[in-house]
């Protein structure tokens, strides 16, 4: 994912906004094809699929999702790909800190250790370049986009917690939610709101207001049409299967905050990023888009990794202690069913 999402930004650069809207528009083909599945097994919907709970969570949910694209995909164009890795490892300071300010889940002072490891090893990405003059691939990226990139990783630290406690939930008839169903219903609402966040695309110069309408043609005939710039014969099928990689780790990481806990969804991504620092530098695979990581990168690299496997370690040896997270005040709002409920279907 992460390598794709590298080398889409280096593809095409400039169609940032129509790269998001395909993305958030070309996830529900993929979850309407899981959902025939899960229905041709005869599964069936339940209390939770119901009109009211689906809606506020999918609402919350996409808010959350579109905040991530708006800041990842302005970013990328600008962010070297080994400080990527980095700054993706800061979702498990914020899923810890949010867990504890709005869940009251309190967590042993070693995880504490191991969300600060994460934040130094992040500030060491960002602080160490400025400290030398070597044209490396951190100096590439400036502090500026690299700080967007960093705020745009906060809900994938947020994210897990609410899909531990909206798909572990169980409603009145004893059934939990239909993962799918909810799924359809939150990338249509993604798209929704990157129109909402249009202005904040404009202040980010991704496109500019007045290059909006043209940007869009282009990107419309660059991609879809292979008629434009050098790359576009290639932008498609990257899209395209960046689309289908990023649908993927969407739905499994629900799986796995469902199966274990939020915190191990939030790992699992964190961790997966370093594989991209093994492929950057190769360059009969990555062509003109390999980049050697420099001694900053992996100097935060191994701190960052120091945080998230104490994190991981004393996160599931305490784990039997944490209370649920649907119990929580919170999240019970969200699993309210109303009056609608589509098990008659």
């Known amino acids: 994912m992460m390598v794709l999402l590298r080398v889409w930004g280096m593809t095409a650069p400039n169609y940032v906004y129509f790269s998001v809207q395909f993305w958030a528009v070309g996830f529900a083909p993929f979850f309407i094809v899981a959902l025939i599945i899960v229905k041709l097994r005869g599964s069936k919907f339940v209390a939770l699929d119901g009109i009211r709970p ?6 919350l949910i996409s808010a959350l999702l579109s905040f991530n694209y708006l800041g990842v995909s302005a970013a990328n164009p600008h962010v070297s790909g080994p400080v990527q890795v980095i700054l993706a490892q800061i979702p498990i300071a914020f899923s810890l800190g949010f867990a504890y300010i709005v869940l009251r889940r309190v967590y042993s002072w070693q995880c504490w250790v191991g969300a600060v490891l994460v934040i130094i090893g992040t500030l060491v990405s960002l602080v160490g370049p400025m400290l030398t003059d070597k044209n490396s691939a951190s100096t590439s990226s400036p502090v500026g986009w690299s700080i967007v990139y960093l705020v745009g990783m906060i809900p994938m630290g947020i994210l897990p917690i609410f899909y531990e406690g909206f798909h572990k939930a169980r409603g009145s008839d004893g059934q939990t939610m239909t993962l799918e169903w909810r799924l359809i219903w939150t990338t249509l609402m993604l798209s929704v709101w990157l129109w909402i966040e249009l202005p904040i695309f404009f202040a980010l110069g991704e496109p500019t207001y ?4 043209p940007n869009m043609r282009e990107s419309f005939l660059c991609i879809i049409m292979r008629h434009g710039g050098e790359n576009c014969d290639i932008a498609l099928p990257i899209l395209i299967a960046l689309t289908i990689v990023a649908s993927a780790q969407m739905h499994s990481q629900v799986i796995l905050s469902k199966g274990a806990t939020g915190a191990f969804g939030v790992l699992v991504l964190t ?7 093994v492929v950057y530098p190769i360059k009969p695979l990555m ?8 001694l900053w990168d992996l100097l935060a690299a191994l701190v960052c990794i120091a945080g998230v496997l104490l994190f991981a370690w004393f996160d599931h040896k305490f784990s039997y202690k944490y209370p649920a997270v649907e119990s929580s005040r919170l999240v019970q709002w969200f699993l309210r069913e109303g009056n609608t409920k589509p098990t008659h279907y």
């Not at 689906?54 to 609402?59: D, G, V």
């Open 210 to 213: 007045q290059e909006f309408a």
């Open 287 to 294: 062509g003109p888009y390999y980049i050697v990581p420099s």
């Open 271 to 277: 961790i997966s990023p370093f594989l991209a620092d």
């Open 54 to 59: 689906i809606f506020t969570q999918s609402l």
